[in-house]
């Protein structure tokens, strides 16, 4: 323990060495939605921190919603007291904000690693996930890839404006994939990428996407899980501040236009052995069909985490590569579990139908608990895509159907903890709750 305050007191000195002008730091975590909540502290009172202070935050600031309310979750919230939860920094987490007016520090805090982990954390119920197939002689190995919409920075009664093309000022309502989009909007895109650099992420490719506005980005292929999780989130963070710097916003709400693709959350995944044997491919590729059939198998019980919100369900089956049943096929973009072309060492899965702006830790969590549940149960696949265009079960297409089916499942309980399921659910049961509680001018038009 001392050992790990000392390095946690160098990184913070050397921070300060470099960065004098720096007088505070966000301390910031993901909370269930997706949002990062936290402190922003001197950043003297950092450095009696990473020598070993107590950092303490509310519990409950993690089940907040979509919205920032609190909901009354069993005993959470409203008769529990309200009370902190000790948190610890993230090593190699503290980094340089630009994006902001003044000089600035973030840096990443977590209650995993602590004595009393929050079970329905994010990044604990991820930590727990991968320190279980870690026991079990497992070694993930993962890459996120990111979609998300540029929009102009002022909406337009309420509603996003088409990006304004910097070389025309005309509005970027076309949708293509062409590479000339890249160019025009590279003073944007180039800042967004130094800026994830900066915050210590591999960004590899750039791609300008379908939709208008759309680009993809996508980052380096890591063997510790809870930092490719990091840099999604964090990757989210710096990109909404370096747009709005840049007169844009950017947003990964799953579904925007009606009428344009979504925006999903890509993940891929292999599974190595301490030796570095990729697990996938061994046994003409056996374990590959049996992880598979796993991810399958749970996958329409974990559509709360892939669809967090109401607008993420509206981009399932609309619009290009986005399917409405459970489907896998071997390089096969309509599918949500592809194959990539590889060869046996980077053999992998690419999971595609979590949409853009659900919680990564999550997202990760639940499909390596699919993938412990195929290779333990040992079962074939159904037909791929290749074989039957008609292949694929059927999963929820709304929320509380998703939080029903979700709730109960016991393979997802005891692979992702049974109190962060009941409070997961709950969180979305009355987010979900809470958004209906409008009534919208189209009602009054259709039913006055």
Not at 228 to 250: E, I, M, N, P, Q
Not at 324 to 333: K, L, N, P, S, V
Not at 410 to 424: H, K, N, Q, T
């Given at each position: 323990m001392k050992s790990h305050s000392s390095t946690l007191l160098a990184e913070v000195r050397t921070f300060r060495q470099n960065h004098p002008d720096v007088r505070y730091v966000d301390l910031i975590a993901l909370d269930i939605p997706g949002h990062f909540y936290g402190k922003r502290y001197p950043v003297d009172m950092l450095e009696k921190v990473a020598a070993g202070s107590p950092l303490k935050l509310p519990q409950n600031a993690v089940l907040l919603g979509a919205q920032g309310g609190l909901f009354k979750i069993g005993d959470y919230c409203f008769h529990d007291g309200d009370p902190d939860a000790n948190r610890r920094l993230v090593p190699g987490t503290l980094k340089p904000v630009s994006w902001e007016a003044?000089?600035?520090?973030?840096?990443?805090?977590?209650?995993?690693?602590?004595?009393?982990?929050?079970?329905?954390?994010?990044?604990?119920?991820?930590?727990?996930?991968?320190?279980?197939?870690h026991r079990k002689g497992i070694h993930p190995v993962v890459a996120f890839e990111l979609e998300f919409y540029l929009f102009d920075k002022k909406l337009s009664d309420g509603l996003p404006q088409f990006a304004r093309d910097p070389l025309s000022d005309d509005a970027d309502d076309q949708p293509n994939?062409?590479?000339?989009?890249?160019?025009?909007?590279?003073?944007?895109?180039?800042?967004?990428v130094e800026t994830a650099k900066a915050q210590g992420i591999d960004i590899t490719v750039i791609t300008a996407e379908l939709g208008p506005g759309q680009f993809e980005i996508n980052f380096g292929h890591l063997e510790d899980g809870l930092r490719a999780a990091d840099?999604?989130?964090?990757?989210?963070?710096?990109t909404r501040g370096v747009a709005l710097k840049h007169g844009y916003r950017a947003s990964f709400m799953a579904k925007p236009y009606l009428q344009h693709p979504g925006s999903g959350m890509h993940v891929h995944v292999s599974l190595y052995d301490a030796a570095g044997n990729n697990l996938l491919a061994a046994h003409q590729q056996q374990p590959l069909r049996h992880a598979v059939a796993g991810c399958l198998q749970l996958l329409p019980h974990c559509m709360p985490i892939f669809s967090p919100n109401h607008n993420a369900f509206r981009r399932l089956g609309g619009t290009v590569n986005a399917a409405t049943r459970a489907c896998w096929g071997y390089e096969d973009r309509d599918a949500c579990v592809r194959i990539p072309e590889s060869d046996p060492r980077n053999l992998r899965i690419e999971h595609r139908?979590?949409?853009?702006?659900?919680?990564?830790?999550?997202?990760?969590?639940a499909i390596l608990v699919g993938l412990e549940h195929g290779l333990e149960a040992a079962k074939e696949p159904i037909a791929p895509l290749n074989e039957d265009r008609n292949s694929g079960t059927d999963f929820p297409l709304e929320m509380l159907e998703a939080v029903r089916a979700m709730q109960h499942q016991p393979a997802l309980r005891e692979g992702l903890g049974a109190e962060f399921v009941d409070v997961y659910c709950e969180n979305k049961r009355q987010d979900h709750l809470a958004f209906q509680q409008e009534i919208h001018a189209r009602e009054y038009r259709w039913y006055l």
């Amino acid at each position: 323990m001392k050992s790990h305050s000392s390095t946690l007191l160098a990184e913070v000195r050397t921070f300060r060495q470099n960065h004098p002008d720096v007088r505070y730091v966000d301390l910031i975590a993901l909370d269930i939605p997706g949002h990062f909540y936290g402190k922003r502290y001197p950043v003297d009172m950092l450095e009696k921190v990473a020598a070993g202070s107590p950092l303490k935050l509310p519990q409950n600031a993690v089940l907040l919603g979509a919205q920032g309310g609190l909901f009354k979750i069993g005993d959470y919230c409203f008769h529990d007291g309200d009370p902190d939860a000790n948190r610890r920094l993230v090593p190699g987490t503290l980094k340089p904000v630009s994006w902001e007016a003044q000089p600035l520090g973030q840096m990443l805090i977590t209650s995993d690693g602590t004595e009393a982990p929050i079970e329905f954390e994010p990044r604990e119920v991820l930590a727990k996930v991968l320190e279980r197939l870690h026991r079990k002689g497992i070694h993930p190995v993962v890459a996120f890839e990111l979609e998300f919409y540029l929009f102009d920075k002022k909406l337009s009664d309420g509603l996003p404006q088409f990006a304004r093309d910097p070389l025309s000022d005309d509005a970027d309502d076309q949708p293509n994939l062409h590479i000339e989009r890249l160019s025009r909007f590279a003073p944007v895109l180039d800042d967004m990428v130094e800026t994830a650099k900066a915050q210590g992420i591999d960004i590899t490719v750039i791609t300008a996407e379908l939709g208008p506005g759309q680009f993809e980005i996508n980052f380096g292929h890591l063997e510790d899980g809870l930092r490719a999780a990091d840099w999604a989130a964090l990757f989210c963070r710096s990109t909404r501040g370096v747009a709005l710097k840049h007169g844009y916003r950017a947003s990964f709400m799953a579904k925007p236009y009606l009428q344009h693709p979504g925006s999903g959350m890509h993940v891929h995944v292999s599974l190595y052995d301490a030796a570095g044997n990729n697990l996938l491919a061994a046994h003409q590729q056996q374990p590959l069909r049996h992880a598979v059939a796993g991810c399958l198998q749970l996958l329409p019980h974990c559509m709360p985490i892939f669809s967090p919100n109401h607008n993420a369900f509206r981009r399932l089956g609309g619009t290009v590569n986005a399917a409405t049943r459970a489907c896998w096929g071997y390089e096969d973009r309509d599918a949500c579990v592809r194959i990539p072309e590889s060869d046996p060492r980077n053999l992998r899965i690419e999971h595609r139908l979590a949409s853009a702006d659900a919680n990564p830790y999550l997202v990760l969590a639940a499909i390596l608990v699919g993938l412990e549940h195929g290779l333990e149960a040992a079962k074939e696949p159904i037909a791929p895509l290749n074989e039957d265009r008609n292949s694929g079960t059927d999963f929820p297409l709304e929320m509380l159907e998703a939080v029903r089916a979700m709730q109960h499942q016991p393979a997802l309980r005891e692979g992702l903890g049974a109190e962060f399921v009941d409070v997961y659910c709950e969180n979305k049961r009355q987010d979900h709750l809470a958004f209906q509680q409008e009534i919208h001018a189209r009602e009054y038009r259709w039913y006055l």
